[in-house]
T-cell receptor, first 114, second 115 residues
């Protein structure tokens, strides 16, 4: 079974440190999404890419967050500097395009900022 | 405006009882509809999807959902709950305007199964 792979699964860091989360989408999928999940806000869309080009990052705090796709097999989400309010589970999902094709999710990175 | 609403953030049912999780959407364009399940410490897993055609859709783990256009609903059901069904369930909608790839998620319903 093809899977979306996220690393690391868990990350604990101190406030002010840089955090990088990585995602390997399913081969052949041309869209990649980053979501953040918290108890208070639920699932929030942070950013998404089509064919490696960023299409929408309106959900992302621009001053500290950045998302990139250096190549078709890697998407990254960086937070610099990190803050305690960034503590959440971050999910990456990939999909083959619009229409009825579902998104496939990774198992997430659980980030704790102390 | 397009939106999706899940009624009931928590639902409890007895083992063996009917499971009914509600989802309604608001849209001016045809929707593609999905249900996902999330087990603890895992990502979201697709349960089923509705595209076009038959309005009753069968998914994994014995779940099914019925698309009712007149009620703008896509409720998820399972005839007999099992302990392993305890999880969080998300309804998601992709609104079918040109090139739209984004999924809009409901706020989720946590299902508890009572032994």
């Amino acid at each position: 079974d093809a899977r979306v792979t996220q690393t690391p699964r868990h990350k604990v860091t101190e406030m002010g440190q840089e955090v990088t989360m990585r995602c390997q989408p399913i081969l052949g999928h041309n869209t990649v999404f980053w979501y953040r999940q918290t108890m208070m806000q639920g699932l929030e869309l942070l950013a998404y890419f089509r064919n490696r080009a960023p299409l929408d990052d309106s959900g992302m705090p621009k001053d500290r967050f950045s998302a990139e796709m250096p190549d078709a097999t890697l998407a990254t989400l960086k937070i610099q500097p990190s803050e305690p309010r960034d503590s959440a589970v971050y999910f990456c999902a990939s999909g083959p395009g619009p229409g009825d094709s579902p998104l496939h999710f990774g198992n997430g990175t659980r980030l704790t900022v102390t | 405006a397009q939106s999706v609403t899940q009624l009931g953030s928590h639902v409890s049912v007895s083992e063996g009882a009917l499971v009914l999780l509600r989802c309604n959407y608001s849209s001016s364009v045809p929707p593609y509809l999905f249900w996902y399940v999330q087990y603890p410490n895992q990502g979201l897993q697709l349960l089923l999807k509705y595209t076009t055609g038959a309005t009753l859709v069968k998914g994994i783990n014995g779940f099914e959902a019925e698309f009712k256009k007149s009620e703008t609903s896509f409720h998820l059901t399972k005839p007999s709950a099992h302990m392993s069904d305890a999880a969080e369930y998300f309804c998601a909608v992709r609104f079918a305007f040109f090139g739209n790839e984004k999924l809009t998620f409901g706020t989720g319903t946590r299902l508890t199964i009572i032994p």
